[in-house]
């Protein structure tokens, strides 16, 4: 696996973390070629289960593999960021929350769900990392196709959140969001009618999202997750998205919230986004 990976990448937004960067194959081998772009959050989740909180990694390597022997495939660069002890934090979409009884609703939540720890709601400075910071470097350093169209961020649970927010807040640098078991619970019903308003051109942007009908042990909370997903996907029609062209929705009977599940995807997100 050609991987390099960049242990800290420093930056002047947020604390420094552990970046991987997966590299096609043939690179550098195929003088002139350029490559798509991934960004990936919970970069270590990606590539190596002895990293992964979960004991299970995505499997993108092997997904991508697979994605290049079965069709005329241009592979994309997957850089894998990794999260930190405030993932809830930089991932929780920032200015769905500037009106303070909003905030206070999420934050009651989070702090229910995750008991006294501790978190700084931080997603517009991560974003900025990402997009002042990181891309431009990997720009630099890699051989990529720099331009919007082949630029994509993707994530899971609280990642497919801050992926959805990162094309709405940066329309001009990201085309495609993978939005895998979006933690839409955690919004509080704040965040979907807040995407609904400000989706991005559907002419110059895909979005994927999926959902497990059993994400969770609870049979409401499933239930809830599969009406927001179902509410997102109206908005997003809407808006003039058009199902298997520029929006990409899938239900998994039985699927779960939980890496051993998104493996089972990843292979069918960055097919569609790229």
Not at 46 to 75: C, N
Not at 134 to 158: E, R, Y
Not at 169 to 196: D, E, H, I, K, T
Request: charged share 20%; hydrophobic share 40%; proline share 8%.
């Amino acid at each position: 696996m050609n991987l390099h990976q960049i242990h800290p990448f420093e930056s002047s937004y947020i604390p420094r973390r552990n970046v991987d960067i997966w590299l096609p194959p043939a690179y550098p081998q195929e003088v002139g070629q350029r490559y798509p772009v991934v960004y990936m959050h919970d970069g270590q989740n990606l590539f190596d289960p002895a990293l992964s909180y979960a004991g299970v990694d995505w499997g993108v390597d092997p997904a991508l593999q697979r994605l290049i022997a079965s069709a005329d495939f241009t592979p994309p660069i997957v850089v894998g960021i990794w999260n930190t002890d405030n993932r809830l934090g930089e991932y929780m979409p920032e200015k769905p929350l500037e009106d303070p009884k909003s905030r206070a609703r999420v934050e009651s939540f989070i702090r229910r769900f995750r008991g006294e720890h501790q978190f700084e709601v931080c997603s517009d400075a991560y974003l900025a990392f990402i997009v002042e910071e990181l891309k431009p470097w990997v720009d630099d350093q890699f051989c990529t196709l720099p331009d919007q169209a082949n630029t994509h961020i993707a994530g899971s649970s609280m990642g497919g959140l801050i992926s959805l927010y990162a094309v709405c807040q940066y329309p001009g640098v990201f085309c495609g969001a993978g939005c895998v078991s979006p933690a839409w619970n955690f919004g509080r019903g704040v965040l979907v009618p807040y995407f609904g308003q400000r989706l991005p051109d559907p002419a110059h942007h895909r979005l994927y999202f999926d959902m497990g009908s059993k994400e969770t042990p609870l049979p409401w909370v499933n239930w809830g997750l599969l009406k927001a997903q179902a509410r997102m996907d109206t908005f997003c029609r809407e808006a003039g998205y058009t199902d298997q062209k520029s929006l990409l929705t899938l239900t998994f009977p039985g699927g779960k919230h939980h890496e051993s599940a998104w493996r089972e995807r990843v292979e069918g997100m960055i097919r569609f986004l790229i």
